[in-house]
């Protein structure tokens, strides 16, 4: 792991609901992942009143856990959408959604970032195993991939990077997004048909659930009720890593479910990320309706409506 101090290079504005920010330092000299970024996490620490805290790198989350919440900034986990550059002058780009009506610490410090700005980032380093990757269709031919806004970064660079194989793959992507003017250019793959789905004033999840109903045939059930306003704790509470998020992958469970490592059988391969009620809602019908093996689906609970999140 590397724990990098990086300042904001650039921003930008690409679509109404997106700030993506230039993120570069020295120390991304010794980043380095193995293999394709696909849906490649890393940790963002943001400045508090007293600015940026002082960590090792050895010792980072526990040294961050034991200063006072109100001084000690922030921790939000984000998507690298791409690598720019190499060496020190590596940079890595973050689009970070702009969720001005709900405030978060990651939003508002994405909305008025300015170059210089400094931020710590946690990030795997070059030629250690440093996890973060959830991405892994194996040989599945049929590729389904769903997500929300906070999902977009990672489907674009799974598209981007997406391994051949023999005999080619199909697959659908459907991506939910606030408006239609966020609708932007995804890599375009023989056989795989993007639908875009913009919320306007529908409920979060709502049209994507619908749409994957209606592709794989299921009747949708009602979302669960988001957390009732207010419910959301400080920004920067006490951490845990998506302790109480949907988190079921072929190699790790938050329910606690038997995790097997073996090869799709019937071909199938499922990547679901985003607002964590839709993501359970789709779970049961994918899982429990369908009959899906869970070891060919990843479900990952990216942000839950109403509630803030703790790192
Ligand atoms: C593996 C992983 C990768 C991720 N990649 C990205 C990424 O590349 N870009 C990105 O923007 N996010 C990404 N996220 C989601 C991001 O971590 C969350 O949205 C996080 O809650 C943002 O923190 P915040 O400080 O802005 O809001 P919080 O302090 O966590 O929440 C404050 C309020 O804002 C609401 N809220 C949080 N996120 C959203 C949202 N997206 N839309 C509307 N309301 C919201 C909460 O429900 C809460 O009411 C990722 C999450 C994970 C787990």
Do not use: N
């Not at 970064?153 to 408006?179: D, K, M, N």
Request: hydrophobic share 40%; charged share 20%.
């Amino acid at each position: 792991m590397l724990l990098a101090h990086l300042r904001v290079r650039s921003v930008a504005r690409p679509t109404p609901s997106f700030a993506r920010i230039e993120l570069g330092g020295p120390q991304l000299a010794d980043f380095g992942v193995e293999g394709p970024l696909f849906d490649q996490r890393f940790k963002l620490l943001l400045p508090g009143p007293g600015g940026l805290p002082q960590l090792s790198e050895e010792s980072w989350w526990s040294d961050y856990s034991a200063l006072p919440e109100e001084t000690r900034g922030a921790v939000r986990t984000y998507t690298i959408a791409d690598v720019l550059g190499e060496g020190a002058d590596t940079r890595i780009l973050v689009d970070f959604v702009l969720h001005s009506g709900a405030h978060g610490p990651g939003s508002d410090w994405a909305e008025h970032a300015a170059v210089g700005d400094e931020v710590l980032a946690a990030l795997p380093r070059r030629g250690s195993a440093g996890g973060g990757i959830e991405f892994d269709p194996g040989d599945a031919e049929r590729l389904l991939l769903v997500g929300d806004e906070t999902a977009l970064p990672a489907i674009h660079q799974i598209l981007r990077q997406l391994p051949e194989r023999e005999g080619g793959r199909t697959g659908a992507v459907f991506v939910e997004v606030p408006c239609a003017e966020d609708i932007c250019d995804l890599p375009a793959i023989d056989g795989v048909e993007v639908t875009w789905l913009p919320r306007g004033d529908r409920s979060v999840g709502e049209p994507v659930i619908e749409a994957v109903s209606a592709h794989l045939g299921f009747a949708p059930t009602p979302l669960p009720a988001a957390e009732p306003a207010g419910a959301s704790e400080p920004a920067g509470a006490a951490l845990g890593a998506l302790d109480d998020m949907p988190w079921e992958t072929p190699t790790y469970s938050a329910l606690g479910e038997e995790v097997i490592d073996a090869p799709a059988v019937d071909g199938r391969y499922a990547w679901i990320a985003g607002e964590s009620g839709m993501v359970t809602t789709l779970r049961r019908h994918l899982v429990g309706e369908l009959g899906m093996p869970r070891h060919q689906v990843a479900f990952m609970g990216y942000w839950r409506e109403g509630v803030a999140m703790r790192a």
